[in-house]
């Protein structure tokens, strides 16, 4: 691999890094929904949004929504999604799943 394939490999670390320290028990990564340290992971996160450009809020059930706006009204939308909550000792890079 070279340096350009790598470009953003670092800061995408460093974030992940940042986003494990918002757990119940550390040192592990326990972020259960709705717990004080899910509302500070998803306030990174929408950090992360707007400081990208994205408006970025929390909806009514605590899931955090970001969007780049199109100048045009028309045009089609792109979703994707995923969850900054997990299972108790989750690991720092991979998903919650059983």
């Known amino acids: 691999m070279n340096s350009t394939s790598m470009r953003f490999g670092k800061t995408l670390m460093l974030q992940a890094d940042r986003l494990a ?13 709705l717990t004080p340290q899910h509302r500070q992971a998803g306030e990174y996160l929408i950090g992360l949004m707007r400081d990208a450009g994205m408006t970025a809020i ?5 899931n ?3 969007r780049y706006e199109s100048e045009d009204r028309n ?3 792109l979703m994707t999604g995923s969850h900054m909550d997990s299972v108790r000792n989750a690991g720092r890079y991979g998903c919650a799943c059983a």
Not at 24 to 31: A, G, M, Q
């Open 21 to 33: 320290q918002f757990t119940e028990d550390p040192p592990r990564v326990t972020r259960r929904y």
């Open 58 to 62: 929390f909806d009514a059930l605590g």
């Open 64 to 66: 955090v929504v970001g």
């Open 75 to 77: 045009a089609p939308v």
